[in-house]
């Protein structure tokens, strides 16, 4: 079945150290997307890619990285510049030929700083 | 750009209809959508209307669209324990395919 896989589900990070949340779809899309949620925030967008080798920067980009080598993949990288990385973090992906235009979204990980 | 504006808390009775509403400023959206997450997962898309639609029926949900006040609304008949989440409206802004979502409405359903 077609999908999007976030790994892991939990991570843990100490202070000072870089962290990859990992994103990985087979929908054959195009565009990807990912998002942080804090309780009462909703979803706000760090970074986007709508094609390989390009990717935009979102509402709250700084202290995260990205890297869009290949279509299926799209890895977040949270860097220690990041203050306040503990959140959940949602990956999602949007195909042009998906009739609706809607997104699909992974399962989400966890990141908590220790 | 885009703003789309929901009531952040719902609590109904097992049984009952629940509505949750969504306010949004850009009126070019071609697709809206509303979906759903439960505790601790990713989002599902559970339904969504096309702007030329008033209203759009599937089982228990029913989607409103006003396009003239700007207004969406979700409706879930006979509300379920199961239906306990948070809804998220979602509508693309002008010329774009982008999403902006509300912030979501926690639905807690009373048995």
């Known amino acids: 079945d077609g999908g999007i896989t976030q790994s892991p589900k939990y991570l843990f990070r100490k202070e000072g150290q870089n962290v990859t949340l990992s994103c990985e779809q087979n929908?054959?899309?195009?565009?990807m997307y990912w998002y942080r949620q804090d309780p009462g925030q909703g979803l706000r967008l760090i970074y986007y890619?709508?094609?390989?080798?390009?990717?935009q920067k979102g509402d709250i980009a700084e202290g995260y990285s990205v890297s869009r080598e290949k279509k299926e993949s799209f890895p977040l990288t949270v860097t220690s510049a990041q203050k306040n990385p503990t959140a959940f973090y949602l990956c999602?992906?949007?195909?042009?030929?998906?009739?609706?235009?809607?997104?699909?979204f992974g399962s989400g990980t966890r990141l908590t700083v220790v | 750009g885009e703003d789309v504006e929901q009531s952040l808390f719902l609590s109904v009775r097992e049984g009952d209809s629940s509505v949750i509403n969504c306010t949004y400023t850009?009126?070019?959206?071609?697709?809206l959508y509303w979906y759903k997450q439960e505790p601790g997962a990713g989002l599902q898309l559970l339904t969504y209307?096309?702007?030329?639609?008033d209203m759009k029926q599937d089982q228990r949900l029913t989607v409103l669209l006003n396009k003239k006040d700007k207004h969406l609304s979700l409706r879930i008949a006979d509300t379920q324990t199961g239906d306990s989440a948070i809804y998220f409206c979602?509508?693309?802004?002008?010329?774009?395919?982008?999403?902006?979502f509300g912030k979501g409405t926690k639905l807690s359903v009373i048995p």
């Open positions: 999602a992906s949007r195909g042009t030929a998906t009739f609706n235009y809607g997104y699909t």
């Open positions: 929908l054959n899309h195009d565009a």
């Open positions: 890619s709508q094609i390989v080798n390009d990717f």
């Open positions: 850009d009126s070019s959206s071609t697709y």
């Open positions: 209307i096309f702007s030329n639609m």
């Open positions: 979602a509508l693309p802004g002008a010329g774009s395919y982008q999403l902006t």
